[in-house]
């Protein structure tokens, strides 16, 4: 049986830009224009745990969808699209002038709408990468290996798999995009993932653990212990 990994690179990944505290100004002047990648940042969760707008909890100099932002300009990404829904007016403060903002009223339905309602504002870019708003420690390199490595592989849609298991960020090429039109829900994309053929998956293999994403209370606490905050 081919091994579903066949199609994939490990790389070794150095500190985030959003840890660094790398402006987006500066992340813009370091874009290489090589490749047209493009973001969608979803932020649209209830946030039932927390009990407040996750996305816009400070995060170092800025806010954890700040930080999101600044590693995805880092990275060379653009457009920059975040995807509000509950919290809409927090998300909003939290984001500014920073990206481009879009609502979807039906958050409530799962994150399979917000992802198609990102996926409707960002254009002709050849790959799209989706991250959350509430894992501010996914690394640049990251970002850029998983941008690259979809574009060379012909694939439509990709993973990172770190050592403790799959994760963001995830990518979609523009045929990817049109393939999942029809998913919704809440847990519908990995099954799906898991349905494609060895061809159309590109899965890239990295040497830590999947970065934290913050759902409680505690989570918040650790993260900030962990980055000094």
Same mark, same amino acid.
């Given at each position: 049986?081919?091994?579903?990994?066949?199609?994939?690179?490990?790389?070794?990944?150095?500190? /985030?830009?959003?840890?660094?505290?790398?402006?987006?100004?500066?992340?813009?002047?370091?874009?290489?224009?090589?490749?047209? *990648?493009?973001?969608? +940042?979803? $932020?649209?969760?209830? $946030?039932?745990?927390?009990? @407040? !707008?996750?996305? !816009?909890?400070?995060?170092?100099?800025?806010?954890?969808?700040?930080?999101?932002?600044?590693?995805?300009?880092?990275?060379?990404? &653009?457009? @920059?699209?975040?995807?509000?829904?509950?919290?809409?007016?927090? #998300?909003?403060?939290?984001?500014?002038?920073? !990206?481009? %903002?879009?609502? =979807?009223?039906?958050? @409530?339905?799962?994150?399979?709408? /917000? %992802?198609?309602?990102?996926?409707?504002?960002?254009? &002709? $870019?050849?790959?799209?990468?989706?991250?959350?708003?509430?894992?501010?420690?996914?690394?640049?390199?990251?970002?850029?290996?998983?941008?690259?490595?979809?574009?060379?592989?012909?694939?439509? *849609?990709?993973?990172?798999?770190?050592?403790?298991?799959?994760?963001?960020? +995830? !990518?979609?090429?523009?045929?990817?995009?049109?393939?999942?039109?029809?998913? /919704?829900?809440?847990?519908?994309?990995?099954?799906?993932?898991?349905?494609?053929?060895?061809?159309?998956?590109?899965?890239?293999?990295?040497?830590?653990? #999947?970065?934290?994403?913050? =759902?409680?209370?505690?989570?918040?606490?650790? %993260?900030?212990?962990?980055?000094?905050?």
């Amino acid at each position: 049986m081919t091994d579903d990994r066949e199609l994939s690179r490990t790389i070794r990944v150095p500190p /985030s830009a959003s840890y660094l505290g790398i402006s987006p100004a500066k992340a813009g002047r370091e874009k290489n224009g090589r490749r047209s *990648c493009a973001a969608v +940042i979803l $932020a649209a969760g209830e $946030a039932v745990r927390m009990g @407040v !707008a996750k996305p !816009a909890m400070p995060f170092g100099d800025s806010t954890m969808v700040g930080a999101v932002i600044d590693v995805a300009r880092f990275a060379g990404l &653009d457009p @920059v699209v975040v995807v509000t829904g509950f919290h809409r007016d927090a #998300v909003a403060e939290a984001v500014g002038d920073r !990206a481009s %903002l879009v609502h =979807n009223p039906e958050a @409530v339905s799962g994150n399979m709408s /917000s %992802l198609l309602v990102g996926f409707g504002a960002i254009g &002709d $870019a050849d790959i799209t990468i989706v991250l959350l708003s509430d894992m501010p420690l996914v690394q640049a390199s990251t970002i850029e290996a998983l941008c690259t490595g979809l574009l060379e592989s012909g694939a439509t *849609c990709g993973w990172t798999r770190y050592k403790d298991g799959r994760g963001h960020p +995830i !990518a979609f090429t523009r045929d990817g995009i049109r393939d999942i039109g029809g998913l /919704s829900g809440t847990k519908a994309l990995w099954p799906y993932f898991d349905s494609l053929r060895i061809d159309e998956r590109y899965e890239l293999v990295i040497d830590h653990t #999947v970065p934290s994403d913050i =759902n409680t209370p505690d989570d918040y606490d650790d %993260l900030r212990s962990f980055s000094g905050n």
